[in-house]
């Protein structure tokens, strides 16, 4: 069992710059996590997000700057296209990630059986681990690839989108599961969204994308409209209303328009 | 049903041939084919199929057994569709579908000196729909050790497989060369195709290799379980069908025996059916509902 100092990062991104087809995605984008830390990673689509996930996984190599992780990684993906006949039971994706790159056929153990039922009750889905991932509705295989993606006991969980094509209810429960998580366990999290919102109730810091560039720090220093204008290279705004946060670029035609999508706005939020 | 009882069926040497080749390649398929079905190769398994049918007929020529034409050309065109990028949906139904094209091409080529320098039919009608009767014997190892070859694969590599069918970037993530296991699944299919071209020939063999994976996985929602009703089935259908066309002797119109690819075939689609149609056809909703 390794020991984790409290001080040592779980995750280092220094200076990373990342390019897809020629084009420079991400730009020498640094900030580090600590155990027990729950950090977003904010920004609008094509800010360079995925990829900046993709690079810490070792999918995707930089074209400079390096990725330290201390321990392993548990990866939730932002979805999976699973035919609903597929015959693969909810506890048999969370069995996977115990031992899934192994040889052979699992062997029946009482105490890998006692693991997965473990990590079915503490992500609530006890009640369907016998059902088929495919028929499970998006919030049900959410809690089914986090528990497949804890149960080897990762020190860093990332997350991509995984409050995307949620609804609100099953929203608010998943990011209340991964702030417990998160506590409890002591593993830092990365998740990344488009709406700082639902997770400002949890986020301990925040990564703030733009462009390929990215800002971080604790949120209140972070969503401040120096920090972002200085981001984005334009004046933008922060709104604060009713608890929830706006960013807000101002238009050459003296409107503003909102710089992320959120759940008051139907047309940006169906982006 | 008078085969069982008459004379022969169980002294006839054909018929032991039949009932071990045909059984071996049941398990093979219905092994195998579970994992065609969950990774959705089975358009993959098609037309590997269909190209095994270019090796087979050219074996003919060579004055070879058409085991080792299905088996040479289907495990080098799974190599081929690997190579030009099987592993994008989009690129790969077309790099399948063109190496399909030109296989079945140079069948065409080879079914026509087949047919005119033998001045027979029955090559054609060997490859395309199998004679499990006419079996050679001493082809049962060979069927063997392409079997245990093709089973071994998917064993060995089941949890990988099954990880990356449910998404290639949590295998990724777990260290599993994905590239590396799809291809070697892809040749255990194409092993698999081989042997049932054989049997119940090629164009009829990805039949035995979706049918029974189609129907076992409407049985139970548990991944291992299913490969083992696949193979159950698989073999109650072959060896099924080999007592029908044997009983079929007796039938008419003509008292020829009636070809024992049909009975099988049509023994998956009842299959297959019956299975569509129970009641439990909802395994997920009541493991669900009772969990």
């Known amino acids: 069992m390794t020991v984790i100092h409290q001080h040592e990062d779980m995750l280092t991104v220094d200076g990373v710059s990342a390019r897809l087809g020629g084009r420079e995605v991400l730009h020498d984008v640094r900030f580090s996590i600590k155990p027990g830390e729950f950090v977003g990673l904010i920004g609008s689509n094509g800010a360079g997000k995925t990829t900046l996930l993709r690079v810490i996984l070792g999918l995707l190599a930089p074209a400079s700057g390096q990725v330290r992780t201390a321990g392993a990684v548990g990866y939730v993906p932002q979805k999976i296209e699973l035919d609903p006949e597929m015959p693969l039971r909810a506890r048999d994706l969370v069995g996977l990630g115990l031992d899934g790159q192994r040889f052979g056929f699992p062997l029946p153990s009482r105490s890998r059986r006692k693991r997965v039922d473990e990590m079915l009750s503490a992500v609530g889905a006890e009640h369907i681990g016998n059902a088929r991932v495919g028929n499970l509705s998006g919030g049900e295989q959410q809690r089914i690839l986090i528990a497949h993606a804890l149960i080897s006991r990762p020190g860093l969980l990332l997350l991509d989108e995984p409050l995307a094509n949620l609804d609100i209810a099953s929203e608010q429960e998943v990011v209340a599961l991964l702030g417990r998580i998160a506590q409890e366990q002591q593993i830092a999290v990365l998740i990344s969204a488009h709406d700082m919102n639902p997770l400002l109730p949890v986020m301990d810091r925040i990564v703030y994308m733009a462009d390929g560039r990215a800002a971080s720090g604790p949120t209140e220093e972070v969503i401040r409209g120096e920090v972002l204008s200085r981001l984005y290279g334009r004046h933008v705004d922060v709104i604060r209303v009713h608890d929830r946060v706006l960013v807000v670029a101002g238009r050459d035609d003296g409107l503003a328009i909102p710089l992320e999508p959120h759940p008051i706005d139907p047309v940006a939020d169906s982006a | ?291």
């Open chain 2, 1 to 291: 049903m008078s085969a069982v009882f008459a004379p022969g069926f169980f002294t006839s040497a054909p018929v032991h041939v039949a009932l071990l080749a045909g059984g071996l390649v049941a398990v093979v398929s219905g092994i195998v084919g579970t994992f065609t079905v969950m990774r959705g190769q089975s358009y993959a398994g098609h037309a590997l199929a269909d190209i095994s049918v270019t090796g087979g007929s050219g074996s003919f020529l060579l004055g070879i057994s058409p085991l080792w034409g299905f088996a040479g050309t289907s495990l080098a065109a799974a190599g081929v569709m690997d190579m030009i990028g099987i592993r994008r949906p989009r690129g790969r139904d077309l790099a399948t579908g063109i190496v399909r094209g030109a296989g079945l091409g140079l069948a065409a080529l080879f079914l026509y000196w087949d047919t005119t320098f033998t001045s027979t039919s029955g090559a054609t009608i060997t490859i395309l729909f199998g004679s499990m009767f006419t079996i050679d014997k001493s082809l049962i190892p060979v069927i063997a050790l392409f079997g245990l070859a093709a089973v071994g694969i998917v064993a060995v590599l089941y949890r990988p497989l099954l990880l990356s069918s449910v998404s290639t970037d949590l295998a990724v993530v777990r260290g599993i060369p994905v590239r590396l296991t799809g291809a070697l699944c892809l040749a255990a299919i194409a092993l698999a195709v081989s042997l049932s071209a054989l049997t119940i020939g090629a164009i009829l063999s990805t039949a035995l290799l979706i049918g029974p994976a189609a129907t076992a996985l409407r049985l139970t929602s548990r991944p291992g379980l299913v490969m083992l009703w696949s193979a159950l089935i698989s073999l109650a259908v072959t060896w099924l069908g080999v007592l029908l066309s044997y009983d079929s002797y007796y039938w008419p119109p003509e008292r020829r025996g009636w070809p024992v690819s049909f009975f099988v075939v049509t023994l998956v689609l009842i299959g297959y059916l019956l299975a569509r149609l129970a009641p439990s056809s909802g395994p997920a909703r009541v493991a669900r509902a009772g969990a």
